[in-house]
């Protein structure tokens, strides 16, 4: 068995292309590994009564990324058993019903992985810099996470 | 001389995502905001809402001095919507 099989890896992606839960978690998985728990964020047809045509999403990718493997390092001082972790976040336009983002990740017994992936999206929502705007018939609309620190003063 | 990027609702405003400018090197942040929207006044409209990201650190607006080096990016930083 190679070493590096045991070491632990973060995949973080930040793409346009249409994302695949298969491929999410097929990046965790580890036959030391007994769970892989997933996350997956859909987009809806509809807020407050009117018809959402489709999401579009921005990002300052730089930081976007930064920012994500500081919650990738968060996640392993509060789970040191998780093993690999991947966020793969779409841009630009997402059709409804099709993921905005996957979150896997896995450790060798459920509690930690399901605990890790809950933690890695509520962080995502509160600090990534990432942007949604919401296309509707006649308008649209720039969204606000009500994790946002700074919002709604 | 600073990298100012513009992102989601702040692009629209400013009519742009990224622009040059020159400011003083030690500045509050609140300051800075105010050398930013003199040049692109239709920001004062989300002045409430947005925080800078500097050298990809968040920083509120207000009284926090910032030392900048030429080249240094600065992002407005509007409520964020990821996931």
């Known amino acids: 068995m190679e070493e590096n099989e045991d070491v632990p890896k973060d995949f973080i992606k930040l793409k346009s292309e249409k994302l695949s839960v298969d491929e999410v978690s097929e990046l965790v998985v580890s036959p030391y590994c007994g769970a892989v728990s997933l996350f997956i964020g859909t987009t809806r047809n509809n807020f407050e009564g009117k018809k959402v045509i489709h999401l579009e999403y921005e990002a300052y990718t730089s930081m976007a990324e930064t920012e994500i493997k500081k919650i990738c390092r968060d996640v392993r001082q509060k789970w040191p058993s998780v093993k690999h972790i991947a966020v793969h976040h779409r841009l630009g336009v997402v059709p409804i019903t099709e993921a905005s983002v996957i979150i896997a990740v896995s450790s060798p017994h459920r509690a930690e992985s399901l605990e890790a992936v809950m933690y890695c999206i509520n962080t995502l929502k509160a600090s990534v810099p990432i942007w949604k705007k919401e296309i509707y018939e006649d308008e649209y609309s720039w969204k606000e996470n009500k994790e946002c620190f700074w919002a709604n003063s | ?83």
């Open chain 2, 1 to 83: 001389q600073v990298s100012v990027l513009y992102f989601a609702r702040s692009a629209e405003l400013a009519g742009l995502r990224c622009e040059t400018l020159s400011v003083p090197r030690e500045i509050t942040s609140l300051q800075l905001w105010e050398e930013i929207v003199k040049v692109h006044p239709r920001l004062a409209l989300i002045r409430d809402q947005v925080i800078f990201a500097v050298r990809q650190e968040y920083v509120l607006l207000g009284d926090q001095l910032l030392v900048l080096q030429p080249g240094d990016e600065v992002a407005i930083i509007p409520p964020i919507s990821g996931g």
